[in-house]
């Protein structure tokens, strides 16, 4: 005799009260998460989750080493020690500094080739105790990325499970997969190039009257495990909605001094 | 008021014993063709002397029984298969009798360093930790052995009776008091090591145990044989008083092992390393302390690189004859099988030139790290494992390219250095935004090419329109500069050169070998070029990213 799925339903419940209560509530995961420090990008995602893989993939000069390096300055002004594993050997001390990372507390990583990135990487891993561990293969082919297999990625998030260390994955285009809990693509957009007032509009006729004062960057949320109503059972779902695309303003760290001499003219 | 005595019988050849590598090697030996059993069951001889003068100088009981005597020579000695001959040495018997008195203050700080072989400890106040005077004998007896050293433990009330006791009773003797004599009576007399002339004068008259030597009148011994007669008289009795000579402890940790066939592999040598840091971290927690860095020095075999033994000898030459390296550690540890994963890791990383004969390894001591750990504290890496998973990073990429930047004070484009990776543990607990101002703007970033990469530069009007490097080319839509900068002239690689800020605007279709490296979408890039005056070359420092 077939039986209900609701009397089936009551009669687990009964069976255990008192062992689980609500066993068929969903109750939503609580993920502890760092912010990037950058107001519109944290009310979009959330901030960056601890024991997750946190993607962000997009072309040259669209703001991926920005959004790095404001992590890697949040997670040191926690305290917490940081690891970078660098693809191709390219980070900037001196914008790391400029953008308020504690260096003391980051372990650089300067690599050649992939090879060396994820054999540094389940070394880290390994090790345990750092509170962001950051792969930069921005500038390595992503033909080269792409074939990476799908269970070198499962195996990394599976290293920070249930740890508070957050993985940081930076790549020309999203390869993680399913594997990261929070995805960005980032889109390049023109850069802001400081002028006198007054000043010809050919910037190529007087070069030396500009100068390259930020960008303006937009990030798209892809993916994501810690949006509200967006899963059921662990599952999360991709983003397609033109409001979870946000744009902030990159500077340079000359630009204070640029904008005082402008308004002094 | 006790006193307990170790003795180690055979003193000179169990020195060598104990510095005699492993069974593991006895296997590689196999393989390389040659076999011996393990050495301490064998009967063994060590001779000393010039070669080929060399004589046996001293022998295990084992040895005797098969027919080897004192002054036979090495060929002589040789006759006797069964014996293992080896060579003395002082060295060895340095490091053997320094573990013994590690041993000693492993119980109490009051030692006495009565002799190589022997040492005498105070047992006062030592019930409460350890327990009862035979309790304590066996721990040293079973520490003892941990050190690679078989002994003899006597206790008494009386320390010169502690001490011959130990000399004459195999294993554990605890004399209670007052049976100092008794129990001595049977001993020969030459526990209290007497010249010969007095032996054999003794054995004229019939005395050969300490209980005849106890029942002789002590006047005319006294006239017969002198103040020597009438202290070894006082010893038989077991009347003799006198105080001990403290020892002062001494922190050096030395273990040494010379090798008979020259190693060229890492693996037979991490088995001697291993053998040896045992040791080392033995008497390291037996002293309550850890090695703050580790000293090796390799002895290696240059003659098989062809060097005559005639060539003259110079400090260049002395210098290629040994390794030595000295490896700092974070924090103080004594973790065998952590300082041997460290060792091996430096080894591969950079190993000796030549094959080793002989090993010396040293620790310099400090207190063991003790921290207490806080609940609300932001976590780190263990200080130990960081060591490991740094010393493995460093074999993967280089010593070089793992560390903090540091910057330095200089206005040289890219100025900075790697320095060790030590992040201090915050004692504030987990507090966001330390110093951090939230909802500024961020700091764009910059990426170095490293080294920077050659381009080709159109130029119209004194400006950058064209670039072609790498895989890329495009036309240049903003120029920003020149920035002049330089600086160390005075130096070889001082630095003179016109950078500009760019951006770049390429199409897909202009790049044709990077089509399937660039998205459908022309991109604008931003990227930082300068020209170089010294080397009159275009070339590209980095990107904005």
Same mark, same amino acid.
């Given at each position: 005799?077939?039986?209900?799925?609701?009397?089936?339903?009551?009669?687990?419940?009964?069976?255990?009260?008192?062992?689980?209560?609500?066993?068929?509530?969903?109750?939503?995961?609580?993920?502890?998460?760092?912010?990037?420090?950058?107001?519109?990008?944290? $009310?979009?995602?959330?901030?960056?989750?601890?024991? /997750?893989?946190?993607?962000?993939? /997009?072309?040259?000069?669209?703001?991926?080493?920005?959004?790095?390096?404001?992590?890697?300055?949040?997670?040191?002004? =926690?305290?917490?020690?940081?690891?970078?594993?660098?693809?191709?050997?390219?980070?900037?001390?001196?914008?790391?500094?400029?953008?308020?990372?504690?260096?003391?507390?980051?372990?650089?990583?300067?690599?050649?080739?992939?090879? $060396?990135?994820?054999?540094?990487?389940?070394?880290?891993?390994?090790?345990?105790?750092?509170?962001?561990?950051?792969?930069?293969?921005?500038?390595?082919?992503?033909?080269?990325?792409?074939?990476?297999?799908?269970?070198?990625?499962?195996?990394?998030?599976?290293?920070?499970?249930?740890?508070?260390?957050?993985?940081?994955?930076?790549?020309?285009?999203?390869?993680?997969?399913?594997?990261?809990?929070?995805?960005?693509?980032?889109?390049?957009?023109?850069?802001?190039?400081?002028?006198?007032?007054? =000043? =010809?509009?050919?910037?190529?006729?007087?070069?030396?009257?500009?100068?390259?004062?930020?960008?303006?960057?937009?990030?798209?949320?892809?993916?994501?495990?810690?949006?509200?109503?967006?899963? =059921?059972?662990?599952?999360?779902?991709?983003?397609?909605?033109?409001?979870?695309?946000?744009?902030?303003?990159?500077?340079?760290?000359?630009?204070?001094?640029?904008?005082?001499?402008?308004?002094?003219? | 008021?006790?006193?307990?005595?170790?003795?180690?019988?055979?003193?000179?050849?169990?020195?060598?014993?104990?510095?005699?590598?492993?069974?593991?090697?006895?296997?590689?030996?196999?393989?390389?063709?040659?076999?011996?059993?393990?050495?301490?069951?064998?009967? @063994?001889?060590?001779?000393?002397?010039?070669?080929?003068?060399?004589?046996?100088?001293?022998?295990?009981?084992?040895?005797?029984?098969?027919?080897?005597?004192?002054?036979?020579?090495?060929?002589?000695?040789?006759?006797?298969?069964?014996?293992?001959?080896?060579?003395?040495?002082?060295?060895?018997?340095?490091?053997?009798?320094?573990?013994?008195?590690?041993?000693?203050?492993?119980?109490?700080? %009051?030692?006495?360093?009565?002799?190589?072989?022997?040492?005498?400890?105070?047992?006062?106040?030592?019930?409460?930790?350890?327990?009862?005077?035979?309790?304590?004998?066996?721990?040293?007896?079973?520490?003892?052995?941990?050190?690679?050293?078989?002994?003899?433990?006597?206790?008494?009330?009386?320390?010169?009776?502690?001490?011959?006791?130990?000399?004459?009773?195999?294993? !554990?003797?605890?004399?209670?008091?007052?049976?100092?004599?008794?129990?001595?009576?049977?001993?020969?007399?030459?526990?209290?090591?007497?010249?010969?002339?007095? @032996?054999?004068?003794?054995?004229?008259?019939?005395?050969?145990?300490?209980?005849?030597?106890?029942?002789?009148?002590?006047?005319?011994?006294?006239?017969?044989?002198?103040?020597?007669?009438?202290?070894?008289?006082?010893?038989?009795?077991?009347?003799?008083?006198?105080?001990? @000579?403290?020892?002062?402890?001494?922190?050096?940790?030395?273990?040494?092992?010379?090798?008979?066939?020259?190693?060229?592999?890492?693996?037979?040598?991490?088995?001697?390393?291993?053998?040896?840091?045992?040791?080392?971290?033995?008497?390291?927690?037996?002293?309550?302390?850890?090695?703050?860095?580790? *000293?090796?020095?390799?002895?290696?075999?240059?003659?098989?690189?062809?060097?005559?033994?005639?060539?003259?000898?110079?400090?260049?030459?002395?210098?290629?004859?040994?390794?030595?390296?000295?490896?700092?550690?974070?924090?103080?540890?004594?973790?065998?099988?952590?300082?041997?994963?460290?060792?091996?890791?430096?080894?591969?990383?950079?190993?000796?030139?030549?094959?080793?004969?002989?090993?010396?390894?040293?620790?310099?001591?400090?207190?063991?790290?003790?921290?207490?750990?806080?609940?609300?504290?932001?976590?780190?890496?263990?200080?130990?494992?960081?060591?490991?998973?740094?010393? %493995?990073?460093?074999?993967?990429?280089?010593?070089?390219?793992?560390?903090?930047?540091?910057?330095?004070?200089?206005?040289?484009?890219?100025?900075?250095?790697?320095? *060790?990776?030590?992040?201090?543990?915050?004692?504030?607990? !987990?507090?966001?935004?330390?110093?951090?101002?939230?909802?500024?703007?961020?700091?764009?970033?910059?990426?170095?090419?490293?080294?920077?990469?050659?381009?080709?530069?159109?130029?119209?009007?004194?400006?950058?329109?064209?670039?072609?490097?790498?895989?890329?080319?495009?036309?240049?839509?903003?120029?920003?500069?020149?920035?002049?900068?330089?600086?160390?002239?005075? %130096?070889?690689?001082?630095?003179?050169?016109?950078?500009?800020?760019?951006?770049?605007?390429?199409?897909?279709?202009?790049?044709?070998?990077?089509?399937?490296?660039?998205?459908?979408?022309?991109?604008?890039?931003?990227?930082?070029?300068?020209?170089?005056?010294?080397?009159?070359?275009?070339?590209?420092?980095?990107?904005?990213?």
């Amino acid at each position: 005799m077939a039986v209900s799925v609701t009397v089936l339903r009551s009669q687990i419940e009964t069976a255990l009260a008192g062992r689980i209560p609500a066993p068929f509530t969903h109750r939503p995961i609580q993920t502890e998460t760092t912010p990037f420090n950058i107001p519109e990008l944290d $009310q979009l995602t959330g901030g960056m989750p601890h024991g /997750g893989v946190t993607e962000i993939a /997009g072309p040259p000069s669209s703001g991926r080493a920005t959004l790095l390096l404001s992590a890697l300055a949040a997670r040191t002004a =926690q305290s917490q020690a940081c690891a970078l594993v660098d693809g191709r050997d390219s980070f900037d001390p001196h914008s790391a500094e400029a953008a308020g990372v504690n260096l003391k507390r980051l372990l650089w990583v300067r690599c050649r080739n992939i090879d $060396q990135c994820l054999r540094a990487t389940d070394l880290l891993l390994q090790g345990g105790g750092f509170g962001l561990i950051a792969v930069d293969l921005s500038l390595l082919p992503p033909k080269t990325v792409r074939y990476v297999p799908l269970n070198v990625w499962f195996r990394f998030r599976r290293a920070v499970e249930n740890t508070s260390t957050i993985f940081l994955l930076l790549d020309q285009e999203s390869n993680a997969g399913t594997c990261a809990s929070l995805v960005l693509h980032l889109l390049a957009e023109p850069s802001y190039w400081a002028e006198t007032p007054g =000043q =010809q509009r050919s910037r190529l006729l007087n070069a030396c009257a500009c100068l390259l004062n930020g960008s303006q960057v937009y990030v798209e949320l892809v993916r994501s495990r810690l949006k509200s109503g967006a899963h =059921q059972f662990s599952s999360f779902t991709r983003i397609t909605d033109a409001n979870h695309i946000v744009n902030f303003r990159s500077k340079r760290k000359w630009s204070d001094f640029t904008n005082v001499i402008t308004s002094t003219k | 008021m006790a006193f307990a005595s170790i003795y180690v019988p055979d003193f000179s050849i169990q020195a060598v014993v104990r510095a005699e590598p492993p069974l593991q090697y006895a296997q590689v030996r196999r393989a390389l063709g040659t076999s011996e059993p393990v050495l301490r069951q064998q009967a @063994i001889a060590l001779i000393e002397g010039h070669p080929p003068l060399e004589k046996v100088v001293t022998m295990n009981q084992a040895a005797a029984q098969a027919g080897i005597a004192l002054g036979m020579t090495k060929s002589q000695a040789k006759q006797f298969p069964s014996t293992a001959i080896r060579l003395r040495s002082y060295a060895q018997e340095q490091i053997a009798h320094a573990a013994l008195l590690d041993l000693g203050w492993s119980v109490s700080p %009051r030692v006495e360093d009565t002799a190589p072989d022997s040492i005498v400890i105070d047992l006062t106040g030592l019930a409460a930790l350890f327990g009862s005077e035979e309790v304590i004998a066996r721990l040293l007896l079973q520490r003892a052995c941990d050190l690679g050293l078989f002994v003899h433990v006597a206790v008494s009330s009386n320390l010169e009776v502690a001490l011959h006791a130990a000399r004459g009773f195999p294993g !554990i003797a605890v004399i209670p008091a007052g049976k100092e004599s008794a129990r001595l009576g049977p001993l020969p007399i030459q526990i209290f090591s007497p010249p010969v002339e007095v @032996i054999e004068t003794l054995d004229r008259w019939g005395v050969r145990a300490c209980a005849d030597l106890a029942k002789l009148p002590l006047l005319e011994l006294s006239e017969r044989l002198g103040q020597q007669g009438v202290r070894f008289h006082q010893w038989a009795r077991g009347a003799s008083v006198r105080s001990m @000579i403290l020892a002062e402890p001494q922190l050096r940790f030395e273990e040494e092992m010379a090798l008979e066939y020259a190693i060229e592999e890492l693996e037979p040598l991490t088995f001697l390393l291993a053998r040896l840091l045992d040791q080392l971290c033995a008497r390291l927690s037996a002293r309550s302390m850890a090695a703050s860095a580790i *000293r090796l020095r390799f002895t290696l075999d240059t003659y098989s690189q062809g060097e005559s033994m005639h060539a003259p000898q110079d400090s260049n030459t002395d210098a290629k004859k040994t390794y030595e390296k000295t490896f700092t550690l974070p924090v103080a540890m004594h973790d065998a099988k952590m300082l041997l994963k460290l060792l091996r890791l430096y080894l591969q990383s950079d190993p000796p030139a030549a094959s080793i004969v002989h090993i010396l390894i040293a620790a310099d001591a400090a207190p063991p790290r003790m921290r207490q750990e806080g609940l609300f504290l932001p976590s780190a890496p263990d200080s130990a494992k960081l060591e490991l998973t740094i010393a %493995r990073l460093a074999n993967l990429v280089g010593k070089s390219n793992i560390g903090s930047p540091r910057l330095i004070d200089s206005h040289r484009p890219d100025a900075f250095e790697i320095s *060790r990776f030590a992040p201090a543990r915050s004692t504030r607990g !987990i507090e966001n935004n330390i110093g951090f101002p939230a909802g500024r703007e961020p700091v764009a970033a910059f990426r170095v090419f490293r080294p920077a990469a050659r381009a080709k530069v159109s130029l119209r009007g004194g400006r950058p329109v064209h670039i072609s490097f790498a895989n890329m080319h495009g036309k240049v839509t903003v120029a920003s500069g020149p920035w002049r900068t330089s600086g160390e002239w005075w %130096r070889e690689d001082a630095w003179d050169r016109q950078e500009w800020d760019i951006e770049i605007q390429r199409s897909p279709a202009a790049n044709a070998n990077a089509i399937e490296n660039a998205s459908a979408e022309p991109q604008k890039t931003v990227y930082r070029i300068f020209f170089d005056t010294l080397q009159q070359a275009w070339f590209v420092a980095g990107m904005y990213d």
